[in-house]
């Protein structure tokens, strides 16, 4: 019988270079951690300054947005629905 291991072994990692794996990677996560929260911060900033700018509460303002894509919804319905074969018409959304 043989007696040779074929089985594969934790002794069989370069203990150095797993560490240093290891290492780069923390860095990385903490970094790319670093620029999320960066950016984070400046989309909130810009959300104050054009909340600060708008004529309208936020309340009213949230109305108007959701007007507007709601009518931007309907049109690109109706245009989709308009090329359609068979020539079937758009019908406005109310």
């Given at each position: ?73 309907g049109?690109?319905a ?17």
């Open positions: 019988m043989n007696d040779r291991r074929t089985d594969p072994h934790w002794e069989d990692l370069d203990h150095g270079l797993l560490i240093g794996a290891v290492v780069l990677l923390a860095v990385g996560a903490l970094a790319g951690l670093g620029g999320s929260l960066l950016a984070g911060a400046a989309a909130a900033k810009a959300a104050r300054s054009w909340l600060r700018r708008a004529d309208l509460g936020p309340t009213d303002l949230a109305k108007l947005k959701w007007a507007q894509a709601r009518a931007a919804a049109a690109g109706g245009a989709w629905r308009a090329a359609e074969p068979g020539g079937r018409r758009a019908v406005p959304m109310p």
